[in-house]
C-alpha cells in the first residue's frame, strides 16, 4: 500500500495524540493536519493550536462544534433515554460520531486521502471512530496508530515524547487519562484500574463531594417541548446555555458521579468514572414528564428498546440504518413529551417533586381514591377473570396430572 499524502489526525493536545501526531510524520514523511473539536472542553483548547504546530502539524483546524453536539446529538439521544448497562449516560459515546463527521469534512476541504485517530486497540473508540468512517467516507485510508507502532504502554510514550520535546499532560499529580465534554468527564486508566481502589477525592472536575455540598437545598423548574429541554425557572434558553447552567447546578450539589465497571464492545471490561451533572438532571425530568404523556404500552415498547438503543450508541452504530430508523420512533414516542417538571437537588440526589403537562394522560377524576362517575369498579371483575383463565386452566391441568 502507497503511503499517503496527507492525513487528518483527530488532535486532542493529551498525551496519546501528541505523541501520534509526530509519530505519523516521522513514519509516513507526509503532512499531518490537526482537527481538533470543540465540544466544550474549555481551558483545554487555550494552547493546542500552538501545541499542535510546535510538535509539527502542517496545519491546525479548531472546530465549535458544541451547539451541534448538544442539538442534533446528545437531545436526540435524551429523547431515547439511552443509559448503557444502567449507569453509564454515554457522554463520550456520543461525541465520538460528531467528532469523526468533522474530521472526514475537514480531511475533504484540505484534500487529505487518510485519516488518523488515537483510540487504543483495547478500547470502544477505534470502533466508534472507524465505523463513522466507513458509513462517511469509505474511500479515505484510516491509520490506527495503536495497533501499528511498537509504542505499547503509556510509559513508552511518555519517553517518546520527552525523546521529542513534547509537553505530558499525565503527571503523578494526575495519573489516569481523562476526557471532557459539554456532557460530561470520563476517567480510567492509572489508579483507576483496580477497580477496588476508591477514586482520588481531588480528581473530579465538575462535581462538589456531595458530603460536602450545600446543606439547603435547591428547586429547579425544567420545561420541555416535544422532548427536549427548553426553558429553567421559566427561561427559555438554548441548547448550549440551558446544559451549561444545569451542569453548574448539578455540579454545586454533587449531583451526577458514576463508578462503573462495563463491558466494552471489545470483549474486555473495564472501569470508568464519570461526572454527568445536567445530563442526570434531565434524565430523570424526562422520566417523570414521561410517565404524565406516554401510554402505557408505548412507555413499555420504548423502555424494551432503551438498552438495544443505548448499545447502537456505546458501540458506535450513530449512523448506522438501524440506529436512524430506531430514532424515528423514539422521536414519535417524545412528540407528547411536552410539559414541566420541578426537582429538589440536594447532596448528590435529584428527587422529581412536581409535574404537570397539557398532555397529560393523568385523570383524576378516574384515579382518585374518592367517590367518581367515570369508573365502575365492578368491571375489574370481569377483567380479572379473563386475564386469569390461562392461569386456572393450567392449574387444573397440573393438578389432574398428580
Known amino acids: 500500500m502507497s503511503s499517503p499524502k496527507r492525513i487528518v ?11 501520534i501526531l509526530r509519530w ?39 472546530v465549535d462544534l458544541r451547539e451541534e453536539f448538544v442539538r442534533d446529538f446528545i437531545f436526540p439521544m435524551l429523547r431515547g433515554n439511552a443509559v448503557y448497562e444502567g449507569a453509564y449516560l454515554l457522554g463520550t459515546s456520543i461525541a465520538r460520531p460528531l467528532i469523526a463527521r468533522a474530521q472526514v469534512e475537514i ?7 487518510a485519516v488518523a485517530h488515537g483510540a487504543t ?23 490506527a496508530p495503536w495497533r501499528e507502532w511498537e509504542l505499547g504502554s503509556r510509559t513508552a510514550l511518555i519517553e517518546f515524547a520527552k525523546r521529542h520535546d513534547i509537553a505530558v499532560p499525565v503527571t503523578a499529580e494526575r495519573p489516569y487519562s481523562v476526557d471532557r465534554n459539554l456532557f460530561h468527564i470520563s476517567y480510567e486508566g492509572g489508579v483507576l484500574e483496580d477497580p477496588w481502589r476508591e477514586p482520588p477525592a481531588k ?15 435547591v428547586h429547579v423548574e425544567l420545561e420541555f417541548e416535544r422532548g427536549d429541554p427548553v426553558a429553567i425557572d421559566g427561561e427559555r434558553l438554548l441548547p448550549v446555555p440551558l446544559l451549561t447552567r444545569l451542569n453548574r ?17 471489545v470483549g474486555m471490561k473495564s472501569r470508568g468514572v464519570y461526572e454527568t451533572p445536567g445530563g442526570t438532571i434531565l434524565h430523570a425530568a424526562r422520566r417523570a414528564l414521561e410517565s404524565l404523556t406516554l401510554d402505557r404500552e408505548v412507555l413499555h415498547l420504548r423502555d424494551s428498546l432503551v438498552p438495544r438503543y443505548a448499545e447502537m450508541i456505546y458501540y458506535g452504530f450513530w449512523f448506522s440504518p438501524e440506529r436512524q430508523t430506531l430514532q424515528t420512533f423514539l422521536d414519535e414516542c417524545a412528540r407528547d413529551v411536552t410539559g414541566t417538571v420541578r426537582l429538589k437537588l440536594y447532596k448528590g440526589n435529584v428527587t422529581v417533586v412536581g409535574r404537570r403537562s397539557p398532555r397529560s394522560l393523568y385523570r383524576t377524576d378516574f384515579a382518585t381514591f374518592e367517590a ?7 368491571d375489574a371483575e370481569g377483567f380479572i377473570s379473563l386475564n386469569a383463565l390461562r392461569l386456572k386452566i393450567r392449574a387444573l391441568r397440573d393438578r389432574a396430572g398428580s
Open 203 to 217: 480528581m473530579f472536575l465538575l462535581t462538589n463531594d456531595p458530603e460536602g455540598a450545600p446543606d439547603v437545598p
Open 372 to 378: 367518581d362517575t367515570v369508573y365502575r369498579q365492578g
Open 121 to 143: 486497540g483495547k478500547g470502544n473508540d477505534q470502533v466508534r471512530f472507524e465505523l463513522t468512517y466507513a458509513a462517511l467516507a469509505p474511500h479515505l485510508r484510516v491509520i
Open 9 to 19: 489526525l483527530a488532535y486532542s493536545g493529551g498525551l496519546d495524540t501528541s505523541v
Open 24 to 62: 505519523l510524520i516521522e513514519r509516513y514523511r507526509c503532512e499531518v493536519v490537526a482537527f481538533c473539536a470543540d465540544l466544550g472542553q474549555g481551558e483545554e483548547l487555550v494552547s493546542i493550536r500552538e501545541k499542535a504546530r510546535r510538535t509539527g502539524a502542517s496545519s491546525v483546524h479548531i
Open 107 to 113: 480531511a475533504a476541504k484540505e484534500g487529505a486521502d
Open 249 to 265: 447546578l448539578g455540579g454545586e450539589h454533587g449531583i451526577g458521579r458514576a463508578d462503573i465497571v462495563e463491558n466494552r464492545f
